[in-house]
């Protein structure tokens, strides 16, 4: 059978999952929509003032999705398929004025400093540890992120390895390819009736805590805030607690100095006997060296490692070796030890929706000046300008959070009518958007040279 006759794109196979019969109009159809006569105006379309076209640099192999999405808006798109070194990115981000990136490609001040036209950086994933988030804000330069897409694909994984682990599926299959027949019962379990420990219980934690009761599971859950439980499931007040209760124990945490090594050799020790461990959240949160010390002692019966605190910067052959991780081949050696390359959120509808939700921020971010979500910048949103609002400019300035800068601010648009105007902060950094009409093409320039001369200012955009 030719499979690629059946292969089906995520944007066809969304679409024929419609629940509306194929015979009739779909509740979002034209018919069912208001007359334009009494919708909304529409949206205007902005553009900057004092700048180029926009141009974004995306790498890693962002998900089609974004990469279609951005060439709709007019953008120049530069697409690479790999990440690039520090020296490398040095060079290429120089008028870049925005970038896309995934796990592997490291914003540094380095690389911020040499980026002399970015204002908006897009992670296509959870994390944001690769990005200097705090300079990166200082430098004006709003951060945006996806930490919810991939919730269902985590979750998914990790009940598959719960499965896999219980049964050492992994160890059978390995054998197998090697050519030993090795059918056995001893140590293989069901999982109904097991109990689940679910360290943070955010999206993906409270996700893989529903699944794991549809499967028969007992869940109990620990997480630094009071989390209303799903289902059936019961927070614990302590790790030490959880650990000494269930039979799998699945982490679910952000990098931090706090999660650093939050599973070591006292940790180890607090689990039960032939209990089993997952982790599909950061590298740094459990020790590897202390964790095949309990493997080769018989403490764990069995481990998913999903993530590393050093992985490769591509893939390939000889990559993931002791040269990355000094326990490498120790790892390797143990048995029931199911090692996965970071895919806990590599699916193709992952991925498709990554590249939505990010590119679709960076657009109202870059088109609107709109930061709501940003992990590292004040969050500040207008309405949307409207064919409707004729001689309207927004006005887009990022400044140091210190006494009397909105008031020279204000002392500027004095001789303009404003519209709308919000202003927040976080931290040391301050955003303020303001729309204001009564500005003809011919006052923009002075309005810029004024707003840029002002002490405390980070970067001025102007949008009409």
Not at 132 to 138: H, P, V
Not at 249 to 266: D, L, Q, W, Y
Not at 314 to 340: P, V
Not at 431 to 438: K, P, T
Request: glycine share 6%.
């Amino acid at each position: 059978m030719d499979i690629t006759k059946s292969h089906q794109t995520v944007d066809e196979s969304m679409t024929q999952l419609s629940l509306s019969p194929p015979d009739k109009p779909s509740f979002l159809s034209s018919q069912f929509q208001a007359p334009r006569s009494l919708s909304q105006p529409a949206k205007r379309a902005l553009k900057p003032f004092a700048s180029e076209d926009i141009k974004i640099l995306l790498l890693e192999n962002v998900n089609q999705s974004a990469l279609g999405k951005l060439k709709q808006r007019g953008y120049q798109v530069e697409f690479l398929k790999s990440s690039l070194s520090e020296d490398e990115l040095v060079e290429k981000i120089k008028g870049v004025h925005a970038i896309g990136i995934r796990s592997k490609t490291r914003l540094t001040k380095r690389v911020l400093e040499a980026a002399d036209n970015l204002i908006v950086i897009g992670c296509f994933c959870i994390g944001t540890n690769q990005v200097d988030l705090e300079y990166a804000a200082e430098r004006g330069i709003a951060v945006f992120n996806s930490p919810y897409a991939n919730s269902r694909s985590v979750a998914e994984l990790v009940i598959g390895e719960i499965i896999c682990l219980a049964r050492q599926v992994g160890d059978r299959s390995m054998e197998l390819h090697n050519g030993e027949w090795n059918k056995v019962s001893n140590g293989c379990w069901e999982i109904r009736g097991k109990t689940l420990g679910i360290v943070g219980y955010g999206h993906i934690g409270s996700q893989l805590s529903v699944l794991a009761e549809a499967m028969g599971l007992h869940v109990i859950y620990y997480d630094v805030l009071p989390i209303m439980p799903l289902g059936s499931a019961k927070q614990l007040s302590s790790l030490h607690e959880l650990l000494h209760h269930a039979d799998f124990v699945s982490f679910h945490v952000p990098a931090s100095p706090e999660t650093k090594n939050m599973v070591s050799s006292a940790e180890f020790a607090a689990m039960k006997n032939g209990s089993y461990l997952i982790n599909a959240s950061r590298g740094t949160v459990v020790d590897i060296p202390a964790m095949v010390a309990a493997s080769k002692s018989g403490k764990l019966a069995g481990a998913a490692i999903d993530v590393y605190p050093s992985e490769p910067a591509g893939n390939g052959k000889g990559k993931f070796a002791n040269s990355l991780n000094a326990w490498t081949s120790e790892l390797c050696s143990c048995r029931n030890i199911i090692m996965t390359p970071h895919i806990g959120g590599s699916t193709e509808e992952a991925q498709y929706n990554i590249g939505l939700e990010v590119s679709e921020a960076l657009i109202r971010y870059i088109n609107e000046g709109n930061s709501v979500s940003a992990v590292n910048f004040p969050e500040v949103s207008l309405r949307s300008l409207t064919e409707a609002d004729t001689n309207v400019v927004r006005v887009l300035f990022a400044h140091r959070n210190v006494p009397g800068v909105l008031r020279h601010v204000n002392e500027i648009l004095v001789n303009h009518n404003i519209k709308a105007q919000f202003s927040d902060s976080r931290g040391e950094i301050a955003y303020l958007v303001a729309d204001i009409s009564d500005c003809s093409p011919s006052s923009l320039e002075t309005l810029h040279t004024k707003l840029e001369s002002l002490p405390g200012k980070i970067n001025t955009r102007l949008l009409y």
